[in-house]
């Protein structure tokens, strides 16, 4: 079984939504190996990785500043390149239908022999390891242990790896320059693995004026693990999802993100445990689908409007 690292995880997850996880199974040597194989792909020349561009299904790789987390704050995308891999859906399952769906898109073997194989297996023992976490959220919240291991939620999930490399360059908050902009994520859990740089950052009041961020420590071999979004939905607010975001400090950064949802048709709602007379649901019931495709659309409108803007200024001073 997983451990967090001081025994206090459940105080960590009610304050911050960010907590150690150790002893959590995955093998050290081979959390080197996923390191290792992701900085070959990173160092590939970029026609050779511009052939893996992101699809439709969010497969494949994702350019320097293709992301704008905080298009309120951020003058351009994230310094930051990543390549997304899912579970693997043959083009003729009918799940390939769905939307986050379908095939993965692969280097070719000629060029990384072993970094499928590589990537597939962590993407199943990392899946392992959400499943653990996930039983301790639910005994916190007074469930049954097996309460998210049901088909419609992590017994068939929306699950996806995001290899993660930062430029060596340093971030300059006050000019709208970051690592990865301010955000919290869509979904149930991510684990995040890190290399020992620095970056990551989280403001645990985002409704503080100013704003105080605070770093998160890397820890070698562990897992950091973030509540997201959904999670503070079927929670009722009991667990937060925190804004965080990358500074870079002049270091490349190398991290491996696992973005954990539940299966497309699971309805969020309010936990029977988070709720009571005095304190009724706060959000009303969502499918999974519904609430990731809606998530989805808001941040590309926001990309959308980012667009134009740079477009407007370009043609206004050239």
Known sequence: MANSSNGNDQQASLDSGFFYVINHGIDKKFMDEVFSQSKKFFSLPMEEKMKLLRNEKNRGYTPVFDEHLDPVNQIHG???????????????????????CGPNKWPCADILPTWRE????YHEEALEVARKVSRLIALALELNFDYFDHPEMLGKPIATLRLLHYEDRTSEPDKGIFGAGAHSDFGLITLLATDDIVGLQICKNRDAKPQVWEYVPPLKGAFIVNLGDMLERWSNDIYRSTLHRVLGNGQERYSIAYFVEPNHDCVVECLPTCQSEKNPPKFPPIKCQDYLLQSVKLEYEADTMLTFRLTYWIQLFW
Request: a negative charge.
């Open 78 to 100: 994230d310094y930051k390149e990543g390549y997304y891999i899912g579970i693997e859906v043959p083009e003729d399952d009918s799940d390939s239908q769905k939307p986050f």
């Open 118 to 121: 590589t990537m597939e297996k």
